[in-house]
């Protein structure tokens, strides 16, 4: 008997060489910060637990609140958390093991992770991310890379046009609506701070029941592929370059499958 299995699966590429740097809409501005529990209104039911694990769901239509706790701060990659990687391969995969393509570097990182926290919700949710800032000096923004933002302009994550930057120790929240379904992704938009790691997946899945749906038999979470270029050093080392090589940036030696490669 033939049998066809057909599974949606979210891909995206970030290539930052060739990325824009700025993005966004200048609006009327609102600068409050509401306390979380004034966030739950009458539509939509809570989900108190952190980062968001009761809204990884089968979408059913009834909207949810989804709150994140995300940590920015200076990390590593081939840390002691990655034990024996690359020798035991299972080792990579531990707990705040940052293995990237196994070349030790300094990195930036959410919740010491790369990709940093994946955020699966419905559309319709409401999105809460509080971010704090643990960088020693450095100012911080994220910016959720193809929300329209329509009603939430404040928190498009646009450091001077949208907002104030995040200043060191501080917590800034992010609240919009997951207005359209589809793959998405969010990184920090201060500096090059983005090509160093802060970025991760955003989906947004709609009613089983829609008709493009009826394609698939699977939308499974762990069917999320995050691909993206990666250097040997930090950033800043290459731009605007040392003169004798302007391009250093732009060629990466490695590129890397939801936060794993490869360097020969
Ligand atoms: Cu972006």
């Not at 493009?212 to 939308?219: A, S, T």
């Not at 040997?232 to 003169?243: I, K, T, Y």
Request: net charge neutral.
């Amino acid at each position: 008997m033939f049998f066809r299995l057909m599974f949606h699966l979210h891909v995206f590429a970030v290539f930052y060489g060739v990325a824009g740097l700025v993005n966004g809409n200048v609006a009327e501005l609102d600068w409050s910060v509401q306390p979380l529990e004034s966030l739950s209104n009458k539509s939509h039911s809570r989900s108190s637990d952190s980062n968001g694990k009761l809204c990884l769901r089968k979408c059913d239509g009834v909207p949810r609140l989804c709150y994140y706790k995300f940590k920015l701060l200076h990390y590593t990659t081939m840390s002691l958390a990655c034990g024996k990687c690359p020798k035991v391969k299972s080792d990579c995969y531990l707990p705040h093991c940052v293995a990237a393509n196994g070349v030790p570097r300094g990195i930036t990182t959410i919740n010491r992770m790369i990709p940093g926290p994946s955020i699966q919700v419905c559309q319709g949710d409401k999105i809460v991310v509080d971010l704090k800032n643990h960088l020693p000096s450095d100012s911080a923004s994220i910016h959720w890379h193809g929300m329209r933002q329509k009603g939430t302009q404040y928190y498009d994550g646009i450091p001077l046009i949208t907002q104030c930057p995040i200043g060191p120790g501080e917590t800034f929240r992010y609240q919009f609506y997951a207005e359209d379904a589809g793959t998405f992704f969010y990184h920090s938009h201060s500096g090059f701070q983005k090509q160093d790691g802060p970025m991760g997946p955003l989906i947004i899945r709609e009613n089983p029941n829609k008709e493009f749906n009826f394609h698939f038999d699977e939308d499974l979470p762990e069917h999320v592929m995050l691909i993206q270029d990666w250097l040997n050093f930090l950033v800043e080392e290459s731009f605007p370059g040392d003169g004798a090589d302007r391009l250093k940036g732009f060629r990466a030696p490695s590129y890397l499958i939801n936060g794993r490669g490869i360097f020969t």
